[in-house]
C-alpha cells in the first residue's frame, strides 16, 4: 500500500514558479509509475505529467513540457514537479499519484494510477 502526501502549494503571481512535492511512503518506490494530476474548479481532473519507476521515460500533457518538469527521487521516495512561467490557467489542486506496482504500460493511461495523494492547492493571481 502506498501512502502519498503532497506540499508546496500555494498562491503566486503570473510568471512565478513553484515546485510541488510528493512524498510516498510503502514499498520501494521504483516499482511505480508516478504522475501529477490537477483539477481546476468545474473541470475534469488531468494528467499533467508522469514518469516511469526509473525515471527513464516521462510523458507531458500538451505542450506543458515546456514549462514543467517532473523529476523523482526514488531514495528519498519523492516526486517533484517544477512550474515555471505560471499563469491564472494553471490554478488547481495538484494530485500526486502512482500506478499499481510494475506496471509498464503507457503512463498517459490515466485508469491505471491506482495511489492518490490529498492534493495542494496552487492559485495564480494575474
Known amino acids: 500500500q502506498v501512502q502519498l502526501v503532497e506540499s508546496g502549494g500555494g498562491m503566486v503571481q503570473a510568471g512565478d514558479s513553484l515546485r510541488l512535492s510528493c512524498a510516498a511512503s510503502?514499498?520501494?518506490?521504483?516499482?511505480?509509475?508516478m504522475a501529477w494530476f490537477r483539477q481546476a474548479p468545474g473541470k475534469e481532473r488531468e494528467l499533467v505529467a508522469a514518469i516511469s519507476g526509473s525515471s527513464f521515460t516521462t510523458y507531458f500533457k500538451d505542450a506543458m513540457e515546456a514549462r514543467f518538469t517532473i523529476s523523482r527521487d526514488n531514495a528519498r521516495s519523492r516526486l517533484y514537479l517544477q512550474m515555471n512561467t505560471l499563469s491564472p490557467e494553471d490554478t488547481a489542486v495538484y494530485y500526486c499519484?502512482?500506478?499499481?506496482?510494475?506496471?509498464?504500460?503507457?503512463?498517459?493511461?490515466?485508469?491505471?494510477?491506482?495511489?492518490w495523494g490529498q492534493g495542494t492547492q496552487v492559485t495564480v493571481s494575474s
Open positions: 499519484a502512482a500506478t499499481r506496482p510494475y506496471y509498464r504500460g503507457p503512463l498517459a493511461s490515466t485508469t491505471e494510477y491506482a495511489y
Open positions: 510503502g514499498p520501494t518506490m521504483i516499482r511505480y509509475g
